[in-house]
Nanobody, 117 residues
Framework: QVQLVESGGGLVQPGGSLRLSCVVSGRLFSINALAWYRQTPGNQREWVASIGTNGRTNYADFVKDRFTISRDNARNTVYLQMTSLKPEDTAVYYC???????????WGQGTQVTVSS
């Protein structure tokens, strides 16, 4: 079973930056597109950004030009560099494959990001 472990979240002031990391166990990492999602209480998990096996990236409009997704296949790790953070970015952030977990078959515990002064 694939295990996903997110880290790097925390409390940051508006305008600040954070870098999230997600380590994915197993051989599926390098052959799949990856994504970051986020969820706030009472709301559905929403897609934030994706990166293909060729490195091509896509972003939700609400994070475009502020967040950058990247991957390191040698470390089975996907990253999300977040800059110019806003209070509305407050959420639990998760990584997974770009089909919302249909390939990996599980979710990690997520990492909490809180943007507040």
């Amino acid at each position: 079973q694939v295990q996903l472990v997110e880290s790097g979240g925390g409390l940051v002031q508006p305008g600040g930056s954070l870098r999230l990391s997600c380590v994915v166990s197993g051989r599926l990492f390098s052959i799949n597109a990856l994504a970051w999602y986020r969820q706030t209480p009472g709301n559905q998990r929403e897609w934030v950004a994706s990166i293909g096996t060729n490195g091509r990236t896509n972003y939700a409009d609400f994070v475009k030009d502020r967040f950058t997704i990247s991957r390191d296949n040698a470390r089975n790790t996907v990253y999300l560099q977040m800059t110019s953070l806003k209070p509305e970015d407050t959420a639990v952030y998760y990584c997974n494959d770009d089909t919302r977990g249909r390939v990996f078959g599980s979710w990690g515990q997520g990492t909490q990001v809180t943007v507040s002064s």
